[in-house]
């Protein structure tokens, strides 16, 4: 590929995908307010989307587009910049003849389902706006899945001749946010400690999405229907839930404050889900949900790094730190 054009490369996931694309030799141009890793192979342009919509001149000798900004907190601001961002960047890479673009989605789009095994083909939520989606969570995360899953049909209206892959990546987490988890009091820990943590690995999240474009590119066709819809998640992993996080904690430290006597039952969160949002129906807690990354496997990646491992090798540097 020539020039690979980056929307969101400082944030979290977008600065670990410019790091492995320049160890990879590609060279780039990233948008962003904020200004990237130093490199002879990136090239900055600083674009706010809420100033400017225009990505002709940003696309010019570009051939691949990962396009990961968005706008996670503050709610009057996603439509433009979710949405209508999207829209224009899919318009703008149709007339500069991208061959293949990436967006990254949101596993929110499925709300809380009715099924506890979630696959791309399952049931998506209402983009109506305050339409009773069925997210048990706050208003600020369903208004972020309504817009995010726009994003998605935008691609759809109007993709053309460009190859597009949709990924929907579960909870990315760092090795902060794997280690933030040890200062949950006692509480919090017996409430969770049953739920699979959905988190997945940001390295093997990176790692997927290259899969993706590389293999995608050098079939110079799509990797099959247009968009390809991937789930990008780690919960086929059965050590991937709160009390073997916390089991682990207790066993490299055998400190008492990461030792979990108990964890409540799932019924717990189906009853709080009742009082708290008047749900009724028969619909899956968040914790009790698995994102199946079969159709991933389906092309043959493997992560290259695994949640549990990375778990393992968060909780020995912290009790590492700790002997000493």
């Known amino acids: 590929m020539k020039k690979l054009l980056i929307t969101g490369g400082t944030g979290k996931l977008g600065s670990r995908l410019v790091h492995a694309l320049v160890a990879r030799g590609y060279a780039l141009r990233v948008l962003s307010p904020d200004h990237p890793c130093v490199s002879p192979l990136v090239e900055w342009r600083r674009q706010n989307f809420l100033d400017s919509l225009e990505f002709d001149s940003a696309l010019e000798g570009c051939d691949g587009v990962f396009h990961l900004a968005a706008e996670l907190w503050r709610t009057e601001l996603m439509l433009k910049v979710n949405v209508d961002a999207t829209r224009e960047l899919v318009m703008a890479a149709e007339r500069a003849g991208i061959r293949t673009f990436l967006y990254t989605s949101t596993i929110c789009v499925y709300g809380s389902p009715k099924c506890w095994r979630v696959s791309e083909d399952c049931p998506l939520i209402s983009v109506k706006p305050r339409a009773n989606n069925h997210i048990f969570t706050s208003d600020m995360l369903k208004e972020y899945a309504r817009t995010k899953l726009l994003g998605e049909y935008e691609i759809n209206k109007y993709a053309k001749n460009v190859s597009y892959i949709i990924v929907r990546p579960c909870n990315i987490a760092s090795d902060q946010d794997i280690i ?145």
């Open 180 to 324: 933030n988890i040890k200062d949950w009091n006692i509480f919090t820990r017996i409430w969770r400690g049953y739920r699979i943590t959905h988190q997945v690995y940001v390295d093997d999240v990176v790692s997927a999405m290259i899969y993706l474009v590389e293999k995608n590119y050098q079939k110079n066709q799509s990797l099959e229907a247009n968009p390809a819809v991937y789930q990008i998640s780690n919960d086929d992993d059965p050590e991937n839930c709160y009390h073997v996080i916390f089991s682990k904690m207790y066993n490299k430290t055998r400190m008492m404050k990461y030792r979990l006597p108990f964890y409540v039952p799932a019924i717990f969160d189906r009853v709080k889900d009742v009082v708290k949002y008047g749900n009724f129906e028969a619909r899956y807690c968040v914790g009790a949900i698995k994102y199946l990354p079969d159709h991933l496997y389906a092309t043959g990646f493997r992560y290259p790094t695994g949640i549990s491992r990375a778990h393992d090798m968060v909780i020995d540097n912290m009790a590492n730190g700790i002997s000493k």
